[in-house]
C-alpha cells in the first residue's frame, strides 16, 4: 500500500515566492545557455540581472594595493578576533563606514547615526525583516506599480502579508500621484484589508528614475495622514547619474525637523551601488526607536560575517577612495546608460527617460498591435529569448498595468556584450518589420 506524502507547512508550498514568474524563467533560459563571446557566442546574454559590473576593476585595484583589508587585521592573532562569536549589532567600525558611505552618496545632505543601522543579509532581508516588523499575516503594504519582481518573494512569501499594488501609468512618466495612493487606499478598505505601510523605490527599479522632492514631500504627508509606516528602497541612490537629482527622504525629514520620522524607515545595501551582491550587505536605518530594537533582534536570523564587515569596514573608511569611486561609478553609468539609450533608439525602440540605475524601461508596444495584451506581451518576450536570444524582464512580471514595457538591464556586461546585444536588438526588429 502506497504511503501519503509527507506534508509540510502552508509556506512551503505556498506559490508566493513567484519561481513561475517570467522574471525567473527568463534566467532559467540564459542558466541553461549562457552567452561566452569565446565559447558560446550564440548563446542568451543576460539582460535581467540589474548587476553593477561597470566600475568592478576600482574595487579589484583597490583590494590590490591594500592586501591587508583582506586579512586579518594588524597581524594573523586578528583571526580568534573576528571569528569568535560577534554582537548581532555588526561591528561598530562597519557601521560607521557604512553611515559615512551614504552621507557621501547624498552628498553631505543627510546624517546617519551608526547607532541607528541595523545590519541584514542583504536589500533582500531587510525588507522582509521590516514587513514582519510593521505589518501582521493578512495585513498590506502599498507599492506602486510597476514594481521589482522579487518583491513578491520578499515582502509576501514568508510575511503572510499582502501587496496593494499602486497603478501609475506612462501619461505621466509612470511617476506616483495622490490620486493613485487614495485611490489603491480605498481598494484595501473596501476589501476590508488593513493598510500598514507604503513601500518605494527611490531611485525606481525597474524605472530608472528618481522620485521628485515634491512627490517625497506628498508621500510623507499621506503616511502621516493615514497613519501608516513609509518604507523607502534606496539601494540605487549611489546610482544616480547626476548627485543633484536624488532626494532621500532622510533630506524631507531634516527639512521638517524629524517631525514624524518615527513612522519612516530607509533600506540600503552595497549590493547595487558597489557593485558587491554577493558579500549580502544590507542594512536598515529606523528613525523609530521600536522598530531598531526590534530588528537587531530579528536581524539574528540574516547575519553578515565579521570577516565581510572587516573588509569593506577598511574600504569604506577611505574616504578619498569613497569619493573617487563614487564619481567614477556616476560617469561610466551614466555613459553605459546613454549608449544603450542611443543603440536601442536607433532599433527604433523608445525608452522611458531615466536618470538612475543599471537598466532601461523600453516601450515594445508597436511591436503588439495585432494584440496588445498581456498574453502578447508574453509572446513578444519568448520571442526575444528564443530568437535574439537575449533575457529582458517583461512589463507583466513588474505588475505593469500596461502591456508592452520591458526592462532592460546593461551594467552587468562588458561594453564587447553591449554592443552584441545591441545589434542583436536592431536584427530582431528588422526581421519583426520584415515579418510585417
Known amino acids: 500500500m502506497e504511503q501519503p506524502s509527507v506534508g509540510l507547512s502552508k509556506v512551503a508550498v505556498s506559490e508566493y515566492h513567484g519561481e513561475d514568474s517570467p522574471y525567473f524563467a527568463g534566467w532559467k533560459a540564459y542558466n541553461e545557455n549562457p552567452y561566452d563571446e569565446l565559447n558560446n557566442p550564440n548563446g542568451v546574454i543576460q539582460m535581467g540581472l540589474?548587476?553593477?559590473?561597470v566600475s568592478f576593476d576600482m574595487l579589484e585595484e583597490y583590494l590590490e594595493q591594500h592586501s591587508e583589508a583582506a586579512g586579518w587585521g594588524k597581524n594573523v592573532s586578528g583571526f580568534r578576533e573576528n571569528a569568535l562569536f560577534q554582537d548581532y549589532h555588526g561591528l561598530q567600525c562597519f557601521r560607521e563606514g557604512m553611515a559615512s558611505f551614504m552621507e557621501q552618496i547624498r552628498g553631505g545632505r543627510a546624517r546617519f547615526n551608526p547607532d541607528r543601522i541595523v545590519l541584514t543579509a542583504g536589500a533582500t532581508a531587510a525588507n522582509e525583516l521590516l514587513t514582519f516588523i510593521l505589518a501582521d499575516p493578512g495585513d498590506a503594504l502599498l507599492v506602486p506599480t510597476p514594481y521589482y519582481p522579487g518583491f513578491d518573494r520578499d515582502l509576501r512569501w514568508?510575511?503572510?502579508?499582502?501587496?496593494?499594488?499602486?497603478?501609475?501609468?506612462s501619461s505621466n512618466k509612470f511617476q506616483l500621484t495622490l490620486q493613485a495612493l487614495e485611490s489603491a487606499y480605498a481598494n484595501?478598505?473596501?476589501?476590508?484589508?488593513?493598510?500598514r505601510g507604503l513601500l518605494i523605490t527611490n531611485p525606481?527599479?525597474?524605472?530608472?528614475?528618481?522620485?521628485?522632492?515634491?512627490?517625497?514631500?506628498?508621500?510623507?504627508?499621506?503616511?502621516?495622514?493615514?497613519?501608516?509606516h513609509l518604507v523607502s528602497d534606496e539601494i540605487y541612490s549611489g546610482s544616480v547619474f547626476s548627485p543633484s537629482e536624488f532626494v532621500s527622504v532622510?533630506?524631507?525629514?531634516?527639512?521638517?525637523?524629524?517631525?514624524?520620522?518615527?513612522r519612516i524607515h530607509i533600506v540600503y545595501s552595497l549590493s547595487k551601488d558597489l557593485g558587491l551582491p554577493g558579500f549580502r550587505i544590507g542594512t536598515i536605518?529606523?528613525?523609530?526607536?521600536?522598530?531598531?530594537?526590534?530588528?537587531?533582534?530579528?536581524?539574528?536570523?540574516?547575519?553578515?560575517?565579521?570577516?565581510?564587515?572587516?573588509?569593506?569596514?577598511?574600504?569604506?573608511?577611505?574616504?578619498?577612495?569613497?569619493?573617487n569611486y563614487i564619481a567614477t561609478n556616476r560617469i561610466r553609468l551614466r555613459r553605459r546608460h546613454r549608449r544603450m539609450i542611443d543603440g536601442l533608439r536607433n532599433a527604433g525602440v523608445e525608452c522611458l527617460e531615466g536618470n538612475a540605475g543599471l537598466f532601461c524601461w523600453v516601450n515594445l508596444r508597436a511591436l503588439m498591435e495585432n494584440n496588445p495584451t498581456r498574453e502578447g506581451e508574453l509572446?513578444?518576450?519568448?520571442?526575444?529569448?528564443?530568437?535574439?536570444?537575449?533575457?529582458?524582464?517583461?512589463?507583466?512580471?513588474?505588475?505593469?498595468?500596461?502591456?508592452?514595457?520591458?526592462?532592460?538591464?546593461?551594467?552587468?556586461?562588458?561594453?564587447?556584450?553591449?554592443?552584441?546585444?545591441?545589434?542583436?536588438?536592431?536584427?530582431?526588429?528588422?526581421?519583426?518589420?520584415?515579418?510585417?
Open 50 to 53: 540589474a548587476e553593477n559590473q
Open 158 to 169: 514568508r510575511t503572510g502579508v499582502k501587496i496593494i499594488p499602486v497603478h501609475c501609468d
Open 188 to 195: 484595501a478598505k473596501s476589501m476590508n484589508v488593513n493598510v
Open 204 to 228: 525606481s527599479n525597474p524605472l530608472g528614475a528618481t522620485v521628485p522632492r515634491s512627490v517625497l514631500e506628498e508621500l510623507v504627508d499621506f503616511v502621516a495622514r493615514k497613519n501608516i
Open 250 to 262: 532622510a533630506e524631507i525629514l531634516a527639512a521638517r525637523n524629524y517631525r514624524d520620522s518615527e
Open 285 to 323: 536605518y529606523s528613525y523609530n526607536d521600536r522598530v531598531v530594537t526590534a530588528a537587531r533582534r530579528m536581524s539574528s536570523f540574516a547575519l553578515v560575517s565579521s570577516q565581510t564587515q572587516l573588509l569593506l569596514a577598511f574600504m569604506l573608511s577611505d574616504e578619498k577612495f569613497t569619493a
Open 379 to 436: 509572446e513578444i518576450w519568448k520571442s526575444i529569448v528564443s530568437e535574439a536570444k537575449l533575457n529582458i524582464s517583461p512589463g507583466s512580471s513588474c505588475h505593469c498595468s500596461e502591456p508592452g514595457w520591458f526592462r532592460v538591464c546593461f551594467a552587468n556586461m562588458s561594453e564587447k556584450t553591449v554592443e552584441v546585444a545591441l545589434k542583436r536588438v536592431h536584427d530582431f526588429m528588422e526581421q519583426r518589420k520584415i515579418r510585417n
